[in-house]
């Protein structure tokens, strides 16, 4: 790898933790929500789950507008646990794969995600090789805690003034074109990492 480079930048979803965007369709259609399919996107989100990501509600505001898509009463938990669906898991070469990076360079996070995922899944697969998230990286940018989301210019911005890095010295790992290009503008090498892809062959 060119030794200008001193930051690994990850996205979460499709790149580090596999997803898949049916199946929290399903656990939500399930649970009554028959709308659901309109509100999820692989690489963003509308209504509620938007509003979600990128902080502008909280967990319990989120909950209660889903809610009011759904015919009969829902507990807390059966909500969480249908978003979770969402997320399927990190395999363990993936985390070690960041272990050894981690030896030679800063890692950092850069994701569009949520608290309830944030708190219980992905907090949940990060352990699963003995480690805990913190253990992975020097540093993360999760888009509720920004207040905003890729691929706005502003979640970039807000990575470098929050993780004190130089783009020119940093590469960014996703799987949208969309939030790559958008990286690219502000000065960041990036990879892109297209669907069938695995991160651990991408690495330079």
């Not at 697969?125 to 940018?141: A, K, L, M, T």
């Not at 807000?158 to 000065?187: K, Q, V």
Request: overall charge negative; charged content about 30%.
């Amino acid at each position: 790898m060119d030794k200008k480079i001193k930051n690994l930048i990850f996205d979460l979803g499709g790149v580090i933790i596999d997803i898949r965007r049916e199946n929290c369709v399903a656990a939500l259609k399930e649970l009554g929500m028959a709308d659901a399919d309109k509100f999820l996107g692989d690489y963003i989100q509308k209504g509620p789950f938007l509003q979600l990501e990128n902080g502008s509600i909280t967990a319990a505001q989120f909950r209660d507008e889903i809610r009011r898509h759904i015919p009969h009463p829902v507990t807390d938990e059966q909500i969480d646990e249908a978003l979770g669906q969402f997320l399927i898991g990190i395999p363990v070469k993936r985390l070690r794969m960041l272990e050894a990076l981690h030896k030679d360079y800063r890692l950092y996070i850069l994701s569009n995600t949520n608290p309830i995922m944030w708190d219980q899944g992905i907090k949940q697969f990060f352990e699963s090789d003995g480690h805990s998230r913190e253990y992975y990286f020097d540093g993360e940018v999760a888009s509720f805690k920004a207040g905003c989301v890729k691929p706005d210019k502003e979640i970039f911005q807000y990575a470098i003034d929050h993780l004190g890095i130089d783009p020119a010295e940093s590469i960014f790992f996703d799987d949208s074109t969309d939030n790559t290009r958008a990286a690219e503008a502000l000065g960041f090498n990036t990879i892109h990492v297209a669907p069938g892809k695995e991160i651990t062959d991408l690495v330079p």
